[in-house]
């Protein structure tokens, strides 16, 4: 068997070397920040993190392992990260929450020199780093900041499921939503109730005062509704001038009170800059969730109550029709 010389294994050790020092001064130059963590969970080098409006300094975490350095729940996710890069000497991917107020051994002029102190969100490349002079195993565990991408989601998001002129919930999300209560009212045998509202003679601002001024009647009325409902209700606009609330928790006693005020303090609203004041009503229909049916057939009768409403006079509350005697609430 051939036997490589010294001076062959020398010449190997020293570009082995030179390919390290290149490799980490490469990471040094990088914007986001890298750390060599052992089998054990120990911070061996930080390296890089050059963009300092995402990162702030790691050096203080040499020294430290990540169960000293982190919450409990996200060490232990980490060091079961490394050590499956380890055991597989497959690259690891995860994407991660992380605050400069989570990270202990930070001092506080460093934590103080963060731009943004809550939350980040980092995607975690993990890999073996094999000839790393360290008498154990270890990875190199590059953090990219993802927060930028992770907003801009969140804001698609958000703009995908709201109203853009109340910012209130618009109908795609609305009806995601009341699927989701009339399941949970049906599971666990609890009332649903909700309200279908229209403001009398909408069309009548717009052709008199401007869009303008119907707009800002608009927002004025969603903000009356939410000022009067618990965090646990929903509301959403579904058409023009038209809009659900939906009551989880609530019979239709319950709705009624509640529609009561809506009317009586949406008389109340004076559309701005309007000579002589104009102020708007509501009409509302209202029903409750009965055994076996679905969304669509209790937003029906509500809408038929809402009908009764306008043709009573406006400006007033209707109730849904009595239910068969073969149709019990939902709770019944």
Same mark, same amino acid.
């Given at each position: 068997?051939?036997?490589?010389?010294?001076?062959?294994?020398?010449?190997? $050790?020293?570009?082995?070397?030179? /390919?390290?020092?290149?490799?980490?001064?490469?990471?040094? =130059?990088?914007?986001? $920040?890298?750390?060599?963590?052992?089998?054990?969970?120990?911070?061996?080098?930080?390296?890089?993190?050059?963009?300092?409006?995402?990162?702030?300094?790691?050096?203080?975490? /040499?020294?430290?392992?990540?169960?000293?350095?982190?919450?409990?729940?996200?060490?232990?996710?980490?060091?079961?990260?490394?050590?499956? =890069?380890?055991?597989?000497?497959?690259?690891?991917?995860?994407?991660?929450?992380?605050?400069?107020?989570?990270?202990?051994?930070?001092?506080? #002029?460093?934590?103080?020199?963060?731009?943004?102190?809550?939350?980040?969100?980092?995607?975690?490349?993990?890999?073996?780093?094999?000839?790393?002079? #360290?008498?154990?195993?270890?990875?190199?565990?590059?953090?990219?900041?993802?927060?930028?991408?992770?907003?801009?989601?969140?804001?698609?998001?958000?703009?995908?499921?709201?109203?853009?002129?109340?910012? $209130?919930?618009?109908?795609?999300?609305?009806?995601?939503?009341? #699927?989701? /209560?009339?399941?949970?009212? *049906?599971?666990?045998?609890?009332?649903?109730?909700?309200? !279908?509202?229209? !403001?009398? *003679?909408?069309?009548?601002?717009?052709?008199?005062?401007? *869009?303008?001024?119907?707009?800002?009647?608009?927002?004025?009325?969603?903000?009356?509704?939410?000022?009067?409902?618990?965090?646990?209700?929903?509301?959403?606009? !579904?058409?023009?001038?038209?809009?659900?609330?939906?009551?989880?928790?609530?019979?239709?006693?319950? =709705?009624?009170?509640?529609?009561?005020? !809506?009317? /009586?303090?949406?008389?109340? $609203?004076?559309?701005?800059?309007?000579?002589?004041?104009?102020?708007?009503?509501?009409?509302?229909?209202?029903?409750?969730?009965?055994?076996?049916?679905?969304?669509?057939?209790?937003?029906?009768?509500?809408?038929?109550?809402?009908?009764? =409403?306008?043709?009573?006079?406006?400006?007033?509350?209707?109730?849904?029709?009595?239910?068969?005697?073969?149709?019990?609430?939902?709770?019944?």
């Amino acid at each position: 068997m051939d036997e490589t010389s010294p001076t062959d294994q020398a010449a190997l $050790i020293a570009r082995l070397k030179a /390919e390290r020092d290149q490799l980490l001064t490469l990471l040094r =130059a990088l914007p986001d $920040i890298s750390f060599v963590i052992d089998q054990d969970g120990l911070y061996v080098r930080v390296i890089g993190g050059a963009n300092q409006a995402m990162y702030v300094s790691g050096k203080p975490l /040499e020294g430290t392992t990540l169960q000293e350095a982190l919450p409990d729940e996200i060490g232990r996710r980490f060091l079961q990260v490394v050590r499956d =890069a380890l055991q597989t000497g497959e690259m690891q991917f995860l994407e991660y929450e992380l605050g400069v107020d989570e990270v202990q051994p930070l001092p506080p #002029h460093v934590r103080a020199s963060a731009s943004d102190p809550g939350k980040q969100y980092f995607e975690g490349r993990v890999l073996p780093l094999p000839s790393y002079d #360290h008498p154990k195993p270890v990875v190199l565990w590059v953090a990219v900041n993802i927060t930028p991408r992770k907003q801009l989601e969140q804001y698609w998001r958000t703009a995908a499921e709201t109203d853009p002129l109340t910012g $209130i919930a618009n109908r795609r999300a609305l009806l995601e939503q009341a #699927h989701g /209560e009339v399941e949970r009212a *049906h599971r666990y045998g609890h009332p649903l109730s909700l309200l !279908i509202l229209d !403001i009398d *003679h909408f069309k009548s601002i717009n052709s008199r005062f401007g *869009h303008a001024r119907g707009d800002e009647a608009l927002r004025r009325f969603t903000q009356v509704c939410t000022e009067l409902l618990r965090t646990s209700d929903r509301i959403g606009r !579904i058409g023009g001038e038209e809009f659900v609330i939906l009551l989880p928790e609530t019979d239709l006693a319950g =709705a009624v009170s509640l529609g009561n005020r !809506i009317v /009586e303090t949406t008389a109340s $609203i004076e559309v701005a800059n309007t000579s002589p004041v104009f102020t708007i009503t509501v009409s509302i229909g209202v029903a409750t969730l009965r055994r076996g049916e679905g969304f669509e057939e209790t937003l029906h009768r509500a809408d038929q109550a809402l009908s009764r =409403a306008k043709a009573n006079g406006r400006n007033r509350l209707e109730t849904e029709s009595a239910p068969r005697p073969d149709e019990p609430p939902a709770n019944g």
